[in-house]
């Protein structure tokens, strides 16, 4: 509790650091995920890009944790190489898209547990809740996964300057099931690098 109550001041003090100086540059703590998604729905494979960006407690801590809270925005484009891709709307509308790419947008709620640990790495069971829209379709969807990285903590501050929280690198799988137009539910697999950034403020 001490950490974090340091972690609390820090992230209290960041105006009044950044008035101090003019020049000031401030770099917001992030966890930022992107990789590759596919899908097999009747006789087609569908693939693509999935990416995300959130802030999490294992990313502005910068200490050992056990346990990881996230929110934030998810994102995906995807398609089917050998037709244009469809959606059917409820009251039976086809819709296709022009370029020939189904898109999704929305927000996450992720919930992560430390399942191993080293001095600098650790590995993650993490569960996500999706609310998003399938070209302009309301969707819902989860997630399930495993991610392994290798992180260091910082928490310092000084002249104008402050950092605080992690940085990281890690690898990812997951699978994920989600509502896409007349594909009901779909479940999909994707694997993907993750990149955790501290709060920094540089001051000038």
């Not at 650091?17 to 992107?34: C, E, L, M, Q, T």
């Not at 590759?36 to 990416?51: I, N």
């Amino acid at each position: 509790m001490r950490a974090a109550g340091i972690v609390l001041a820090v992230l209290l003090a960041v105006p009044a650091s950044a008035r101090a100086g003019n020049d000031a540059i401030g770099v917001p703590p992030a966890k930022v995920d992107f990789g590759y998604l596919t899908f097999k729905a009747g006789d087609h494979v569908y693939g693509g890009g999935q990416w995300m960006i959130g802030l999490n407690w294992a990313t502005i801590y910068p200490k050992k944790t056990w346990l990881d809270v996230g929110i934030g925005y998810v994102g995906a484009a995807f398609a089917d190489p050998l037709e244009e891709p469809r959606i059917v709307t409820p009251k039976g509308t086809l819709i296709r898209e022009p370029d020939g790419v189904i898109h999704l947008n929305g927000g996450y709620l992720e919930l992560s547990a430390r399942v191993a640990q080293g001095s600098h790495w650790r590995t993650w069971f993490s569960t996500r809740g999706e609310i998003s829209s399938v070209n302009g379709i309301a969707s819902l969807g989860g997630a399930v996964r495993v991610s392994t990285e290798v992180w260091g903590g910082v928490l310092e501050g000084g002249n104008h300057s402050i950092a605080c929280g992690v940085f990281a690198l890690g690898m990812w799988v997951e699978a994920s099931t989600r509502e896409l137009g007349d594909r009901a539910l779909v479940t999909a697999a994707s694997a993907g690098m993750s990149v955790r950034i501290p709060l920094l403020v540089i001051g000038g």
